[in-house]
C-alpha cells in the first residue's frame, strides 16, 4: 500500500535521527554510570507497533524504555487517527487544544512519520487539571497536568519529516489534525517514572495471565457444523494425500506439502479451525524459499507429540519418516 511506503521510508530515516538522539544523550550521561548496554529500536519495530495502532482512538505505545545515567529514555509511537479542527479561539484568545499536557519532568523530541496538523507550544495551559496517580498514561507520558485550551502560545503546522522539541513543564497539544498523524516520540524522563522495559514486559504478564491449558482433547463442538464437516471430511483427507513427507520433532511433527495456491489456502483454512478444535497446538506455515515445498509444523506442550501419534495416526502412517 503507498501509504505504508512512505511510512517506511519515513521510519527508516527517523531509525537514524533515533539513533543520533540517543547517542547525544548517552554520552552526555555520567561515564559513571554506563553499566546499561546500548538499545537498538530497528525500522522493523517501528513499522510493526505503527500497523498495530488503534484504527479508532489515540494510541501511545512504547517500544522501548531504558536507564540511562540520571534519566530513564523511552522511545514511542503515538497514532492519532481522528481528523479535528479547523482551530478554534475562546473570547480571551486561548486555542482549544485536544488533549493538552503540561508535563513535569518529562521531555519529548517527536518526529513525524506520517500525516499533519498543527500543534500549539508555549503559553499557559487553561484550567489544567492534575492526572491522578493512577491514570494509566502516567505510565507512557508521566505526571503532569491537562488543559483544553493554551492562551498565547506558539502555532506551528508539522507534516511528515518535521521535528519539535518539547521541554518538561512547556504546555503542548494538537488544535487541528488535518490528516491522520503518526509520529516517533523520544521522551527524556529526569523524574525515572516510566517503567523499564523490563517493568513493561511485568505489566504485560500481569494484565495477560498465563491462560489455563486446555485437555489433549479434540472439540469438534467448537466447530459449526459446516466447519466441521469440511474440516474432517473435506480438508484433513485432502491434505494428508498430499503430504510429500513428514519429520518426526522433539515436540511434534512437520508435514511437507506442495507449494501451490490452492494447497496453501487449504492448508491455512485448516489451520483456522484446528486452532478451535485442538487449542494447545502450537501450529505454523512456513513458505520455503524459490518455490519450495510447505511445511505445516504442529508442536506444543509435553503430550503433544503423543497425542498427534494416537489421535492424528493417518497423518504420520504410510510416509517415510525423515529425522
Same mark, same amino acid.
Given at each position: 500500500?503507498?501509504?505504508?511506503?512512505?511510512?517506511?521510508?519515513?521510519?527508516?530515516?527517523?531509525?537514524?535521527?533515533?539513533?543520533?538522539?540517543?547517542?547525544?544523550?548517552?554520552?552526555?550521561?555520567?561515564?559513571?554510570?554506563?553499566?546499561?548496554?546500548?538499545?537498538?529500536?530497528?525500522?522493523?519495530?517501528?513499522?510493526?507497533?505503527?500497523?498495530?495502532?488503534?484504527?479508532?482512538?489515540?494510541?501511545?505505545?512504547?517500544?522501548?524504555?531504558?536507564?540511562?545515567?540520571?534519566?530513564?529514555?523511552?522511545?514511542?509511537?503515538?497514532?492519532?487517527?481522528?481528523?479535528?479542527?479547523?482551530?478554534?479561539?475562546?473570547?480571551?484568545?486561548?486555542?482549544?487544544?485536544?488533549?493538552?499536557?503540561?508535563?513535569?519532568?518529562?521531555?519529548?523530541?517527536?518526529?513525524?512519520?506520517?500525516?499533519?496538523?498543527?500543534? +500549539?507550544? $508555549?503559553?499557559? =495551559? *487553561?484550567?489544567?487539571?492534575?492526572?491522578?496517580?493512577?491514570? %494509566? &498514561?502516567?505510565?507512557?507520558?508521566?505526571?503532569?497536568?491537562?488543559?483544553?485550551?493554551?492562551?498565547?502560545?506558539?502555532?506551528?503546522?508539522?507534516?511528515?519529516?518535521?521535528?519539535?522539541?518539547?521541554?518538561?513543564?512547556?504546555?503542548?497539544?494538537?488544535?487541528?489534525?488535518?490528516?491522520?498523524?503518526?509520529?516517533?516520540?523520544?521522551?527524556?524522563?529526569?523524574?525515572?517514572?516510566?517503567?523499564?522495559?523490563?517493568?513493561?514486559?511485568?505489566?504485560?504478564?500481569?494484565?495477560?495471565?498465563?491462560?489455563?491449558?486446555?485437555?489433549?482433547?479434540?472439540?469438534?463442538?467448537?466447530?459449526?457444523?459446516?466447519?466441521?464437516?469440511?474440516?474432517?471430511? +473435506?480438508? $484433513?483427507?485432502? =491434505? *494428508?494425500?498430499?503430504?510429500?513427507?513428514?519429520?518426526?520433532? %522433539? &515436540?511434534?511433527?512437520?508435514?511437507?506439502?506442495?507449494?501451490?495456491?490452492?494447497?496453501?489456502?487449504?492448508?491455512?483454512?485448516?489451520?483456522?479451525?484446528?486452532?478451535?478444535?485442538?487449542?494447545?497446538?502450537?501450529?505454523?506455515?512456513?513458505?520455503?524459499?524459490?518455490?519450495?515445498?510447505?511445511?505445516?509444523?504442529?508442536?506444543?506442550?509435553?503430550?503433544?507429540?503423543?497425542?498427534?501419534?494416537?489421535?492424528?495416526?493417518?497423518?504420520?502412517?504410510?510416509?517415510?519418516?525423515?529425522?
Amino acid at each position: 500500500m503507498p501509504w505504508l511506503d512512505s511510512i517506511a521510508a519515513a521510519i527508516t530515516l527517523s531509525v537514524q535521527w533515533l539513533c543520533s538522539i540517543i547517542s547525544a544523550i548517552a554520552l552526555a550521561a555520567p561515564t559513571a554510570a554506563a553499566s546499561q548496554p546500548a538499545a537498538f529500536v530497528m525500522a522493523a519495530d517501528v513499522m510493526t507497533a505503527v500497523k498495530q495502532l488503534s484504527p479508532t482512538s489515540t494510541d501511545d505505545e512504547p517500544l522501548r524504555v531504558i536507564a540511562a545515567g540520571p534519566n530513564r529514555i523511552g522511545v514511542f509511537v503515538v497514532g492519532r487517527p481522528k481528523k479535528t479542527g479547523p482551530a478554534q479561539s475562546r473570547p480571551d484568545g486561548a486555542v482549544q487544544v485536544t488533549e493538552g499536557l503540561q508535563l513535569d519532568q518529562v521531555s519529548a523530541i517527536v518526529r513525524v512519520l506520517d500525516g499533519s496538523g498543527t500543534m +500549539v507550544t $508555549g503559553g499557559t =495551559l *487553561i484550567g489544567p487539571q492534575r492526572m491522578a496517580a493512577n491514570d %494509566p &498514561d502516567v505510565d507512557v507520558i508521566g505526571p503532569g497536568q491537562r488543559g483544553k485550551s493554551i492562551l498565547g502560545g506558539d502555532s506551528r503546522r508539522l507534516s511528515t519529516g518535521d521535528m519539535v522539541i518539547i521541554p518538561a513543564g512547556v504546555p503542548h497539544g494538537f488544535s487541528e489534525i488535518e490528516r491522520p498523524i503518526t509520529y516517533l516520540v523520544i521522551r527524556v524522563d529526569a523524574g525515572q517514572v516510566l517503567p523499564l522495559d523490563r517493568d513493561l514486559i511485568s505489566q504485560a504478564s500481569a494484565a495477560f495471565p498465563a491462560a489455563k491449558q486446555s485437555p489433549f482433547y479434540c472439540d469438534q463442538g467448537a466447530l459449526t457444523p459446516t466447519v466441521r464437516k469440511r474440516h474432517f471430511e +473435506v480438508l $484433513g483427507p485432502r =491434505l *494428508i494425500a498430499k503430504r510429500m513427507s513428514v519429520r518426526e520433532l %522433539p &515436540d511434534g511433527y512437520e508435514f511437507q506439502l506442495p507449494s501451490d495456491a490452492a494447497t496453501y489456502k487449504e492448508a491455512a483454512e485448516f489451520i483456522d479451525a484446528e486452532r478451535l478444535c485442538c487449542p494447545f497446538f502450537d501450529i505454523s506455515l512456513r513458505a520455503t524459499p524459490e518455490g519450495g515445498p510447505l511445511w505445516m509444523r504442529v508442536t506444543g506442550r509435553p503430550g503433544t507429540k503423543q497425542f498427534i501419534a494416537a489421535d492424528g495416526a493417518d497423518w504420520i502412517s504410510r510416509v517415510s519418516l525423515r529425522h
